[in-house]
Every structure is written in structure tokens, then in C-alpha cells.
């Protein structure tokens, strides 16, 4: 409209200022030129327009690129904040992998420890095996050598006895351990299955006379009928061997018989039954491991073959139960050592075998009579520490209520031996029970969860290894 206006009053100008009246042709110029501008105008409006929207579409376009633009920044924005956000994340991830792998690179090290511990304890214990059983052949071969011996000695033993037949028969002497009268010998000689010697031949009499150092009773007297001497058989002496003026009865009661330590066969004497000594007794087929002192010498073919031969047998037999029982002993003690692991003396602690869970733990020491060690004491601690090379677990746990540790026999703690910063439930994890670390020299430690697997310090008082396994 505006520029319809314009152009209406460009048209009356040029009409007023057109002098004199105005004729035909230049009406038709005038009529001319209005429609010549009023293409122009058309034509200006049209690019006006055209301008118009080509701005529209500028803006347009701008509006829309800057909005777009404006999502996308803020959508940059975001995808940086998310990034930024799972890069902390991740290297909180990388810190605690950090962590974990050095956890895991000390554990790595422990276990090539203790693998090259074990190793080596393996090593020891074969060559401890190899030698315990080289004992186990060395003494299979001395029992069977042994055994050879015994039926050697018998074999001997029975061309003895053949040799002697009816002379003497297997008759062993034995004196008696305290001094009594003549009676009373006799009657410790019979309470014993023997008699108070008999004295029959001059070999026996020699035999005897050789190894008395003292005065000793023999199976002889005249106590039944004064002048009439028997022996305790009830047989009646026909061979004396009498010191010289002896018997003579002297004071009218001598009537039992002594030997005297002599270098003569002559030794006898007539003394009073009530005088006080040891006597001498033999029994055929009597055992030489008699309570009696035993007196049987080599030097008397009666002994040499029957009581001699005994004495060698039963010292042979006694041999053979020391060496088994050394092997038994020697064995146990190695079997006891395979099944527990390791023991430390008399004080009864030992390490239980296999790596298991708190409980478990427990009860395999429980299974043996003992349980999980209690440390009450620093010198104890001290002592466990030196002892153990890899973590272990003790006798203490918080599992009954959090936060009041309490020992397997129900006792409070009272003085512990913490790691720095222990016990700390590390990242809420319900680590309720303890082990010893032996990385630390005496505050080592450390609450771990009770399902860790690891080997524990049992103890069991007044215990030892030999069979108690």
C-alpha cells in the first residue's frame, strides 16, 4: 500500500508540473508510462518478496542449524560427562585391579615360597623315608640273622642235651637275693618251683666251688635224725666233701650245711640252722629270667649246654624285641609326622595338613583331640611366629557376636597382636576370623573372612606324637 501511495503522488507531480493544457498524445504517453510503472512496481514487489523470503529462509535455516547445534553441544556436553564419569570409574577399577594384582603378586611370591619349602621338606622327608626304611631292611635282615642264630643255638642246644643224656640233665643254679636261715632259704627255693642244691658228683662240686664269693646254704643236714645226713630229696649222702674236722657238731646244734668260698673242693661245714645266708638252689627246666641272682657260669658242662644256651637265647630273643621295638617306635614316629604335618615338641602344637575354612580347621584339630592354638601370652606369640612360614589360622573369631573376639574356649581377648589398622572388616566384608601373618615379627594379625582357606596352628596339651596320632 505504501508503495501504491508513493507512486500515485510521483503521477499527480508530473501532472502539475506539465504546462499548458494537455492534448491527445500525451495522454496516451502519460497512459503509457502508468503502465510502465506499474510493471515496475510489480516487478519491485515481486524481488521485494523474493528477498523477503529468501531471508525467511535464511533464517530459516539459521534457526534451525543453531538449534541443532545447541542439541548437539548439550548432547556433547552429556556424552562428556558420561565419559568423564566411566574414566573415573575406571581408573577407581584400575586402582583397585592395581591393588588386587599386587595382593595377588605377594600371594604369587608366598606360594613360590612355600612351594620351594615344600619342595625342599619332600626332599627331606624321602631321604628321611629312604633312611628310616634302609633301618626297616637293615633290621629285617639282623631279625632274620637273628632268627638263624636262635635255630643255630637250638640245633646246638639239642646235640647238648643228647651228648649229656641222663648225667645231669638242663639243671641251671641260682643263688638266693637275701639272707636267711637254712629253712627259710629252703623255703624261698621251693616258692620259687627249686630246692636248695644237691651236690652228688665232684664236677658239680667243683662247678659250685668256682663261682662262690660267699658262704651259702646247701640242700644237706642232719635236722631229722642227729648223725644222718639227706638231702632235701630225702636221699642219703654218699660222697662228702667235708673241710677238715668237719662235721663236729659244735655246740651240740650244727645241724645244716654251709659251702665255703674255698680253693679247695673241701669246703663244707656243719653250722647252727638259725645262722643267717644266702643259698643255692637249682630246678631242672628252671627259667633263667627268674627273679633269682642267677649263677650259672660256662665252665660246668651240667650249665654249659642247658642254662648257658638259655641264657644266650633269651638275651638274642630280647635283642630282636629291642630292634622292633625301635623300628615300631622309629615308624610311628614318622607315620605321625606324614599325617599331622608338623610337630613341635612336647608343648603339643602341631599344623594341621590341608588348607580348609575357619570351621573346618577346628574341626580337624578336634577330629585329633586338640583344637585351634590360644596366644595369651607374648612369649608364646613369639614362639608360634618362629615356628610357622606361611599364614595360618589361630583359635580366634568374632563369629558369635561382632565385634568381641573371643577365643575356641570361649575366653575374651584380652591382649592381641594386630597388624597396624587391624582388625578393620575390610570393605564391609564379614571378615570374622584371624590369622597369623609370619611376614611380621610380632603384631601379625589380620581378620579375614571365615571361608578362606588356609592351615591352622592346632594345640592339645600334654600330648605327644608317639601314638596319640
Known amino acids: 500500500m505504501e508503495l501504491q501511495d508513493i507512486y500515485e503522488n510521483v503521477a499527480n507531480d508530473d501532472i502539475k508540473d506539465t504546462p499548458g493544457p494537455p492534448t491527445q498524445n500525451h495522454s496516451q504517453d ?19 518478496l523474493g528477498l523477503i523470503c529468501v531471508l525467511l529462509l535464511v533464517f530459516i535455516t539459521l534457526y534451525i542449524t543453531t538449534t541443532a547445534e545447541r542439541d548437539l553441544l548439550k548432547s556433547y556436553k552429556n556424552t562428556v560427562e558420561e565419559f568423564n564419569h566411566t574414566i573415573n570409574s575406571l581408573q577407581d577399577k ?3 585391579l592395581m591393588t588386587e594384582k599386587d595382593q595377588l603378586k605377594n600371594n604369587c611370591n608366598s606360594l613360590n615360597q612355600k ?4 619342595e625342599t621338606r619332600v626332599n627331606e622327608l624321602s631321604v628321611e623315608k629312604s633312611q628310616l626304611q634302609g633301618s626297616v631292611d637293615a633290621s629285617n ?45 629252703r623255703q624261698f627255693c621251693r616258692d ?20 662262690i664269693k660267699e658262704r651259702v646254704w646247701i640242700g644237706l643236714s642232719d635236722s631229722e635224725t642227729e648223725g644222718i645226713m639227706k638231702w632235701v630229696d630225702n636221699s642219703t649222702l654218699n660222697q662228702g666233701f667235708w673241710y677238715e674236722e668237719e662235721p663236729n657238731n659244735a655246740g651240740g646244734d650244727e645241724d645244716c650245711v654251709e659251702l665255703m668260698p674255698s680253693d679247695s673242693i673241701q669246703n663244707w661245714n656243719d653250722l647252727p640252722c638259725s645262722a643267717q645266708m644266702k643259698g643255692i638252689f637249682s630246678s631242672d627246666g628252671f627259667g633263667c629270667s627268674h627273679p633269682a641272682v642267677p649263677c650259672c657260669t660256662t665252665a660246668e658242662p651240667d650249665c654249659d649246654g642247658a642254662g648257658g644256651s638259655s641264657l644266650v637265647l633269651i638275651t638274642v630273643c630280647l635283642g630282636i624285641l629291642c630292634l622292633l621295638l625301635i623300628a615300631a617306635v622309629t615308624l610311628q614316629h614318622f607315620q605321625c609326622t606324614s599325617q599331622r604335618g608338623f610337630l613341635w615338641g612336647p608343648d603339643g602344637l602341631f599344623m594341621s595338613n590341608e588348607n580348609k575354612s575357619w570351621s ?31 599364614r595360618v589360622w589361630i583359635g580366634l573369631s568374632e563369629i ?39 611376614q611380621h615379627t610380632l603384631n601379625n594379625w589380620n581378620d579375614l573372612k571365615c571361608s578362606e582357606k588356609k592351615k591352622g596352628i592346632c594345640e592339645k596339651y600334654g600330648s605327644s606324637c608317639f601314638f596319640s596320632c
Open 192 to 211: 620259687r618251683g627249686a630246692d636248695l642244691v644237691i651236690i652228688n658228683t665232684e664236677e658239680k662240686q667243683r662247678h659250685l666251688t668256682s663261682f
Open 115 to 118: 612351594k620351594l619349602e615344600l
Open 94 to 96: 584400575n586402582t583397585d
Open 141 to 185: 635282615q639282623k631279625k632274620l640273622e637273628l632268627e638263624t642264630r636262635i635255630t643255630s643255638l637250638s640245633e646246638e642246644l639239642k646235640k647238648e642235651k643228647s651228648k649229656q643224656g641222663n648225667l645231669c640233665g638242663p639243671v641251671c643254679f641260682f643263688m638266693s637275693s637275701e639272707s636267711k636261715s637254712w629253712s627259710e632259704s
Open 360 to 390: 573346618d580347621t577346628r574341626h580337624y584339630c578336634r577330629d585329633r583331640g586338640a583344637d585351634l592354638v590360644i596366644i595369651n601370652t607374648e612369649e608364646k606369640q613369639r614362639h608360634i611366629t618362629s615356628l610357622v612360614k606361611e
Open 400 to 438: 558369635e557376636t561382632e565385634g568381641i573376639m573371643k577365643w575356641v574356649d570361649n575366653s575374651i581377648l584380652k591382649q592381641g597382636f594386630w597388624v597396624d589398622g587391624e582388625p578393620n572388616n575390610y570393605r564391609g566384608a564379614d571378615e570374622d576370623c584371624i590369622e597369623l601373618d609370619p
Open 30 to 48: 502519460e497512459g503509457k508510462d502508468g503502465k510502465c510503472r506499474g510493471s515496475r512496481c510489480l516487478v519491485l514487489m515481486t524481488v521485494c
